[in-house]
């Protein structure tokens, strides 16, 4: 998904190293800095909540439905973030086509299967909050398994077809993820905070279950607003702004890329702050 035109002399001059985008470097440099600083802060981040999970697990406390998808979405981060560095030396030293084409296929963890999951985590918090009795009578967690394994198959799918066409991660098809994504994430959470709000209107107090969705909401809200409209933004319109394939590609498409690998650092975080750990990290 990054630059296609790798070649694999290390002495040769930049416009041909990094090949069509050897002249557009800072905008380079700046996407290597930022992806590989948010793979530095958000990896022990992702940790840190598995960690979390397998405490509260090991402690007594049953697994909810919505950390089903907790899981498989930190996993998702974790594998992805871990691999940025690599990537990114490869593309900048290494240059090695088969690596090359690999960070590409997880690149979907971060562009297809993080939407996804998220899309799932709102749609149980919606569950929760507005039919309470049915989600608490039904807490299986197999339909929530059989989701997240969707959810990968559909992953590993969209993974598949960026080593194939490379350049299709960058094409409008990339938004097709987004457009089943967002929708449900949208009307969830909006749904659901008009909701809690009209509570606090009332003088009540929430339930501790809503309080908990509150807090999944206002993340998801947060990853909503800056790591998937962007994306969405420049597939939709970045030609429009842009009209050179080889331009679009290394000023937009790959320098893009740095706003969902930040969602892959914030969301952790968000996570850990709601739990009070960032906290105790500062002090």
């Known amino acids: 998904m990054l630059s296609q035109n790798l070649t694999f002399n290390s002495s040769e001059p930049l416009e041909n190293k990094w090949g069509h985008c050897g002249h557009v470097t800072p905008g380079i440099i700046v996407w290597a800095f930022f992806s590989a600083l948010f793979s530095l802060v958000g990896f022990p981040a992702c940790a840190a909540v598995l960690w979390e999970l397998f405490q509260r697990h090991r402690a007594g406390t049953s697994i909810t439905p919505n950390d089903v998808f907790m899981i498989n979405l930190t996993v998702m981060d974790l594998v992805f973030l871990f691999f940025v560095p690599l990537g990114l030396t490869n593309f900048l030293l290494w240059r090695i086509m088969s690596f090359h084409s690999f960070i590409s296929f997880l690149y ?74 967002l929708p449900i994430i949208v009307i969830c959470d909006a749904s659901i905070l008009w909701t809690l709000k009209k509570s606090y209107r009332r003088g009540g107090d929430l339930h501790p279950r809503k309080k908990k969705a509150l807090q999944i909401i206002t993340n998801s809200m947060v990853m909503t607003i800056t790591s998937y409209f962007p994306p969405v933004l420049l597939y939709v319109f970045g030609h429009l702004i842009v009209r050179d394939d080889n331009e679009y590609e290394c000023v937009l498409a790959i320098p893009i890329l740095i706003i969902p690998t930040a969602g892959s650092a914030i969301m952790p975080l968000l996570y850990l702050g709601n739990l009070g750990r960032l906290n105790n990290l500062c002090c």
């Open 108 to 181: 979907a963890l971060n562009l297809a299967g993080r939407p996804l999951l998220t899309a799932c985590i709102c749609l149980d918090c919606y569950m929760a909050v507005f039919h309470p009795i049915a989600y608490s009578t039904k807490k299986s967690l197999t339909p929530r398994v059989l989701m997240a394994a969707a959810v990968w198959t559909a992953t590993m799918v969209q993974g598949s077809m960026s080593i194939v066409d490379k350049d299709l991660i960058h094409s409008a098809w990339a938004t097709f993820v987004y457009i089943i994504a």
